[in-house]
């Protein structure tokens, strides 16, 4: 496969969103939820926005070994947030140190040369329980439940690129919903499960529900404009991708089907305007060859 990279102001690579999760084969759904919840980060500067930098991508990779070896991304969360109590000089403690699995919901964490035992200061036992002898207030019931509904939304993601398992995975993010009734992501990907099993009218139900939640989502907006352009709705496919764009202008796939539909519409000028900023996104690879040729109509 293919690495395609720019570079930032220092000569140094870096990558988009798309191709870090190309790279390491994880869904750009799941990358920008994780950024979103400041779980992993970019910390490059690519002509005035952020990108990830090779390290960013190693921290992304150290993320998913843990995930695939069984260890759940709340837990992962807690340790990190531990971690952070114990070391607050340090910005991004997943980037920083290397985590490793102990086994039995474990981790030992390797610093400064050192591995820390499940006894050392540094690491946290997974098993442990948060409970304490006093009652759970009303806030601490609701932090559980966002927990829960975070570690459901997890679960779905791991299950729903297996076609097989697409049935498991739609009852994980269904145990989200009901846990957290506002959780967008889980009703955008919820939709997502059901476009791949071929049912369009659910899946459009679950992208609107999910824009109820949040005006902004992008996949959800991206998603209904897919669904609208293939059902000839090209004026709602446009309102839909350009409040996609709105949400991150630095969106490659919604310049790229934005240009494509403006050709359809005959509107040359702003279709041109559209292949410019994906040019500027995406310098290599088959769409920017495409794209220069049509700019250089």
Known sequence: ??????????????????????????????????????????????????????????????????????????????????????????????????????????????????????????????????ATDSQPTPLEREAEKAAGALAWFERGCELDSEPKRLREAIDAYRHAITLDPGFADAHCNLGTVYFNRGDREEARRWYETALERDTSHLEAHFNLANLCEEEGRRESAVHHYKAALQADPFFPDGNLNLALLYEKLELRRMAREHWRRYLQQVPDGNWSEIARERLEE
Request: proline fraction near 2%.
């Open 1 to 130: 496969m293919a690495l395609h990279f720019q570079w930032a102001n220092r000569g140094v690579a870096v990558y988009s969103r798309a191709h870090t999760a190309k790279i390491l084969r994880v869904s750009s759904e799941r990358l920008r939820y994780w950024e979103r919840t400041d779980l992993v980060s970019r910390s490059a500067d690519a002509d005035g926005r952020s990108a990830f930098a090779f390290e960013d991508l190693l921290q992304v990779r150290s993320l998913l070994s843990l995930v695939e070896e069984g260890v759940s991304v709340r837990r992962i969360r807690r340790s990190l947030a531990a971690l952070q109590a114990r070391l607050p000089e340090l910005e991004s403690p997943l980037r920083a140190l290397r985590l490793s699995s102990a086994g039995s919901g474990r981790v030992a964490v390797r610093h400064d040369d050192a591995l820390m035992e499940p006894d050392g200061q540094l690491v946290i036992d997974f098993e442990s329980s948060l």
